[in-house]
């Protein structure tokens, strides 16, 4: 009688787990919710670099979301301007999806604001005014998420009293960078 029990006990325990199996097989839910949002506008981003491979990234993209169609895509860069006083650089991206559509910007911008020169050694320093921003655009909000981006100099530099007032040395031009890559110039002279 307990072999009986115990084999009708085992029977009972891998029919369980074969019904569970099945069911867990058969019944997936798909979740399309921010990290997919969160996905096109990090694409978009990596866009702004060279906006002319933006489609063989979104192509990617598409190879990874089975769910997701992506109907339209435009990557414009309004604005890249380096001169020596003031410099810009404006990237906008738009990404029209079967969920709605995804906002990315980002603005970086230099100004002139004077010279330093100091006294022991007599160097010269240009001071610029360093500013960043991203601008984030998701179909579930009503609202923009503006982050401020810290550009890093790529050159010769310092900062005056934790500012966004950047000292550069000399004349030599200086590359500001973002920690993804996307490049502003500052030219020297």
């Not at 190879?63 to 810009?88: F, T």
């Not at 906002?103 to 610029?128: C, K, Q």
């Not at 031009?173 to 890559?181: A, I, Q």
Request: hydrophobic share 40%; glycine share 6%.
């Amino acid at each position: 009688m307990h072999r009986r029990a115990a084999a009708s006990l085992v029977a009972v325990i891998v029919l369980s787990i074969l019904v569970l199996n099945f069911v867990q097989h058969t019944h997936r839910a798909r979740y399309i919710g921010e990290d997919v949002h969160a996905l096109m506008l990090i694409t978009v981003r990596e866009a702004c670099k060279s906006p002319e491979k933006a489609p063989t990234l979104f192509a990617r993209v598409q190879g990874l979301l089975r769910y997701v169609a992506v109907k339209s895509l435009s990557i414009s860069v309004p604005e890249n301007r380096s001169e020596y006083s003031k410099g810009s650089l404006v990237c906008i991206g738009r990404v029209v999806t079967n969920l709605g559509e995804d906002v990315f910007a980002l603005n970086y911008t230099y100004s002139l604001t004077g010279f330093f020169v100091e006294p022991l050694t007599g160097r010269i320093f240009r001071l610029y005014r360093v500013e960043g921003y991203q601008f984030f655009k998701i179909p579930p909000y009503n609202y923009t998420i503006r982050l401020r981006v810290g550009l890093t100099p790529i050159c010769p530099h310092d900062h005056v009293n934790n500012s966004s007032i950047l000292a550069i040395r000399g004349t030599d031009p200086c590359v500001l960078s973002d920690k993804w890559g996307i490049k502003l110039v500052i030219p020297g002279g």
